[in-house]
């Protein structure tokens, strides 16, 4: 069921809330990154597991090298598509997959937000593993955590709940 911007705002303002501060604790946290630490050092908060670095990333997902107005473009895209998807069938979803609609627009919105404004996406959280052998994750944000965590939510509430039965979405996937 269709439903429109004012009866999301009326019936689910937890969703906005959360979305609210979720972008705005990812904005605070680039803004300090770049405050605090320096481009190539980093510190150490756990000794050989993680520590804040600061990178900035010129490209899209990873640092692949994408031009400018591609990034733009693809990015306003997909945010669009998943705003469009979640508002049409926000009630008949699970609510994992609301959550997950959810930090997906917030990380991907406060991430192109900081893309169009600073020409860059602004990185920090570093993990890694160098006891043994060396093994290291991408360097990112509370957005990225965001975005990861909402394709989890999402993919979580529209297959495993599916098959269990205990998912209330009333849309059928043929």
């Known amino acids: 069921m269709r439903i429109n911007l004012k009866t999301l705002l009326v019936l689910y303002p937890q ?31 756990i000794s050989h597991f993680f520590s804040l670095q600061l990178a900035f990333n010129t490209g899209v997902a990873f640092s692949f090298p994408l031009p400018y107005f591609l ?5 306003v895209v997909l945010l669009v598509g998943i705003l469009y998807w979640g508002v049409y069938y926000f009630e008949d979803i699970a609510m994992s997959e609301r ?39 991408p360097i990112f944000n509370i957005a990225d955590i965001a975005i990861f965590v909402g394709v989890v939510l999402c993919l979580w509430g529209g297959s495993v709940l599916q098959k269990s039965g205990k998912n209330n979405s009333k849309i059928i996937v043929q």
Do not use: M, P
Request: aromatic share 24%.
């Open 71 to 75: 990034q733009i473009f693809s990015g």
């Open 15 to 45: 969703y906005i809330w959360g979305f609210c501060i979720l972008f705005f604790l990812d904005s605070v946290t680039k803004i300090l990154a770049q405050y605090f630490l320096q481009e190539g050092s980093g510190i150490e908060i």
């Open 99 to 137: 959550w997950g609609i959810t930090l997906l627009l917030a990380g991907a919105s406060s991430n192109l937000w900081e893309r169009i404004i600073d020409g860059h996406v602004t990185d920090f959280l570093f993990f890694y593993h160098d006891i043994y052998y060396t093994f290291s994750f």
